[in-house]
Protein backbone atom coordinates (compact mmCIF):
# COMPACT_ATOMS: atom_id res chain seq x y z
CA UNK A 1 0.00 0.00 0.00
CA UNK A 2 1.78 2.98 -1.20
CA UNK A 3 2.10 5.71 1.72
CA UNK A 4 3.92 9.33 2.40
CA UNK A 5 3.74 11.64 5.14
CA UNK A 6 4.14 15.59 5.38
CA UNK A 7 4.47 17.96 8.05
CA UNK A 8 4.82 21.63 8.72
CA UNK A 9 4.53 24.16 11.94
CA UNK A 10 1.43 26.59 12.13
CA UNK A 11 2.53 30.23 13.89
CA UNK A 12 -1.19 28.98 15.49
CA UNK A 13 -2.19 27.15 18.96
CA UNK A 14 -3.26 23.63 18.53
CA UNK A 15 -6.46 24.48 19.29
CA UNK A 16 -7.38 27.21 16.62
CA UNK A 17 -5.76 24.44 13.94
CA UNK A 18 -7.84 21.43 15.43
CA UNK A 19 -11.07 24.07 14.91
CA UNK A 20 -10.37 24.42 11.40
CA UNK A 21 -9.08 20.55 11.18
CA UNK A 22 -12.16 19.22 12.52
CA UNK A 23 -15.07 20.93 11.06
CA UNK A 24 -15.41 19.69 8.00
CA UNK A 25 -17.50 22.47 6.84
CA UNK A 26 -14.12 24.79 6.97
CA UNK A 27 -12.57 22.27 4.34
CA UNK A 28 -13.09 24.19 1.45
CA UNK A 29 -11.28 26.93 2.35
CA UNK A 30 -7.89 24.96 2.62
CA UNK A 31 -8.32 21.46 1.56
CA UNK A 32 -6.67 21.47 -1.95
CA UNK A 33 -9.81 20.70 -4.39
CA UNK A 34 -12.56 20.43 -1.55
CA UNK A 35 -15.58 22.17 -3.57
CA UNK A 36 -17.80 21.72 -0.94
CA UNK A 37 -19.00 19.82 1.85
CA UNK A 38 -22.28 18.42 3.37
CA UNK A 39 -21.67 17.83 7.24
CA UNK A 40 -22.23 16.57 9.69
CA UNK A 41 -23.72 13.13 9.79
CA UNK A 42 -23.04 10.60 11.89
CA UNK A 43 -19.59 10.04 12.21
CA UNK A 44 -19.04 11.45 8.59
CA UNK A 45 -19.46 14.15 6.54
CA UNK A 46 -19.82 14.26 2.37
CA UNK A 47 -17.53 15.89 0.18
CA UNK A 48 -17.73 17.36 -3.20
CA UNK A 49 -14.54 17.51 -5.35
CA UNK A 50 -14.31 21.13 -7.51
CA UNK A 51 -15.70 20.68 -10.85
CA UNK A 52 -17.43 17.32 -10.10
CA UNK A 53 -20.56 19.12 -8.21
CA UNK A 54 -22.63 15.45 -9.20
CA UNK A 55 -20.12 13.43 -7.22
CA UNK A 56 -21.04 13.12 -3.87
CA UNK A 57 -17.78 11.36 -1.60
CA UNK A 58 -19.08 10.30 1.94
CA UNK A 59 -16.12 10.36 4.06
CA UNK A 60 -15.98 8.85 8.02
CA UNK A 61 -14.18 11.09 10.41
CA UNK A 62 -12.57 9.89 14.08
CA UNK A 63 -10.53 11.93 16.40
CA UNK A 64 -8.36 10.00 19.03
CA UNK A 65 -6.17 12.65 21.48
CA UNK A 66 -4.51 15.35 19.31
CA UNK A 67 -5.21 12.80 15.90
CA UNK A 68 -8.03 12.82 13.27
CA UNK A 69 -8.38 10.60 10.71
CA UNK A 70 -10.57 10.91 7.82
CA UNK A 71 -11.20 8.19 5.68
CA UNK A 72 -12.86 8.26 2.03
CA UNK A 73 -14.94 5.72 1.33
CA UNK A 74 -15.29 5.73 -2.30
CA UNK A 75 -11.63 5.54 -2.83
CA UNK A 76 -10.16 3.75 0.39
CA UNK A 77 -7.77 6.70 1.19
CA UNK A 78 -6.75 7.45 4.39
CA UNK A 79 -5.66 10.78 5.70
CA UNK A 80 -4.21 10.91 9.34
CA UNK A 81 -3.61 14.04 10.55
CA UNK A 82 -1.39 15.04 13.88
CA UNK A 83 -1.46 18.41 16.30
CA UNK A 84 1.49 18.58 18.23
CA UNK A 85 2.11 21.41 20.16
CA UNK A 86 5.65 23.37 20.49
CA UNK A 87 7.55 24.84 22.96
CA UNK A 88 6.96 28.42 21.07
CA UNK A 89 2.71 27.44 21.24
CA UNK A 90 2.95 27.25 17.87
CA UNK A 91 1.76 23.58 15.97
CA UNK A 92 3.45 21.18 14.30
CA UNK A 93 1.15 19.84 11.67
CA UNK A 94 1.60 16.20 10.33
CA UNK A 95 -0.16 13.70 7.79
CA UNK A 96 -0.07 10.20 7.25
CA UNK A 97 -1.69 9.45 4.12
CA UNK A 98 -2.53 5.96 2.78
CA UNK A 99 -3.48 5.02 -0.73
CA UNK A 100 -5.07 1.69 -1.69
CA UNK A 101 -3.00 -0.55 -4.61
CA UNK A 102 -5.67 0.20 -6.98
CA UNK A 103 -5.38 3.78 -6.50
CA UNK A 104 -1.74 3.76 -6.47
CA UNK A 105 -1.24 6.23 -10.20
CA UNK A 106 -2.82 8.90 -7.77
CA UNK A 107 0.19 8.61 -5.55
CA UNK A 108 1.94 11.65 -6.79
CA UNK A 109 -0.75 14.35 -7.50
CA UNK A 110 -2.06 13.43 -3.85
CA UNK A 111 1.15 14.55 -2.38
CA UNK A 112 0.87 17.06 -4.40
CA UNK A 113 -2.64 17.84 -2.99
CA UNK A 114 -1.80 17.11 0.81
CA UNK A 115 1.26 19.39 0.68
CA UNK A 116 -0.74 22.09 -0.33
CA UNK A 117 -3.64 21.63 1.84
CA UNK A 118 -1.49 21.01 4.82
CA UNK A 119 0.60 24.51 4.37
CA UNK A 120 -2.65 26.36 3.27
CA UNK A 121 -4.02 24.77 6.96
CA UNK A 122 -1.09 26.18 8.77
CA UNK A 123 -1.30 29.65 7.07
CA UNK A 124 -5.07 30.10 7.61
CA UNK A 125 -5.16 28.97 11.50
CA UNK A 126 -2.21 31.38 11.72
CA UNK A 127 -4.14 34.16 9.83
CA UNK A 128 -7.31 33.70 12.50
CA UNK A 129 -5.51 33.44 15.10
CA UNK A 130 -4.03 36.92 14.85
CA UNK A 131 -7.57 38.46 14.13
CA UNK A 132 -8.63 41.53 13.13
CA UNK A 133 -6.27 44.75 14.22
CA UNK A 134 -7.35 46.93 17.25
CA UNK A 135 -8.40 50.35 16.88
CA UNK A 136 -5.59 52.33 16.41
Known sequence: MPTFDDATISQAPVEEVWK????PSRFPEWWAG????EAPQQDGFTLYPKGYPDFPMPHTMR?????VTIS???SDLIFEWRLEPTPDDSTKIAVHVEIPEVEAHRLETQRE?????LRSLAALASVTTDGPPGPG
Open 63 to 67: SDGNR
Open 34 to 37: VETV
Open 72 to 74: CLT
Open 20 to 23: LLYD
Open 113 to 117: AVSAS
